[in-house]
């Protein structure tokens, strides 16, 4: 074998395993446990898809229990879903999870599903593409939600869609999901999920 080809095959080697011990090091650096980005990341998304599992099968209290207490919605939230829960049935898609942020103890993301509800009175079936912004805090060493509210594209679409003027100030001023109506209640009733 002429000189020149064992050093050109030499380099070549040299060189591959150069860039796989480069590889190695990107992916171990950013995926290593504990990194706090990427652990929260993962746990947040965790929490989201336990989010729509336990809402499917209407878990009140599991459900509950992923939010935070001191939210602002946390009682609205609860007292919409038990009467969403006594009306209609649900299933979602599995989220898909993006627009993720992780700024010390919060976090924020967009997760997208597709809800199909089945009313229990009329069994009627209604399908909706939700996209939804989620506030996260961290409690007690858990990630708790603190806020969802539907992407501002879906809001602006729900109000756009609205028929009364008292649909778009539900919307407006209680920020839930396209399809809000005007409840004589407590003001509002999300017509799905929350």
């Not at 209290?61 to 207490?69: I, K, T």
């Not at 001191?70 to 049935?89: G, H, I």
């Not at 593409?129 to 990630?143: K, T």
Request: net charge positive.
């Amino acid at each position: 074998m002429p000189f020149t080809f064992r050093v050109s095959l030499y380099l070549l080697a040299l060189s591959l395993s150069f860039i796989n011990s480069g590889l190695a090091l990107s992916q171990s650096s950013s995926s290593v446990p504990g990194a706090p980005p990427s652990q929260s990341e993962s746990v947040v998304r965790a929490v989201v898809e336990k989010y729509f599992a336990t809402y499917a099968v209407k878990d009140l209290d599991g459900l509950m229990s992923l939010w935070s207490e001191k939210s602002p919605d946390y009682v609205p939230f609860k007292q919409s879903l038990q009467r969403q829960f006594a009306a209609e049935n649900f299933s979602f898609s599995d989220p898909v999870i993006s627009r993720v942020k992780v700024e010390g103890e919060k976090v924020g993301l967009r997760a997208v599903t597709n809800l199909i509800a089945v009313n229990l009175k009329n069994n009627q079936k209604r399908e909706q593409r939700m996209a939804l912004n989620f506030a996260f805090v961290r409690e007690g060493g858990n990630w708790k939600v603190w806020r969802s509210a539907p992407a501002e594209d879906d809001l602006a679409e729900a109000l756009v869609k609205a028929k009364t003027d008292d649909e778009r100030a539900g919307l407006l001023e209680f920020g839930r999901l396209p399809g809000v109506s005007r409840h004589p209640s407590d003001g509002a009733r999300p017509c799905g999920a929350h």
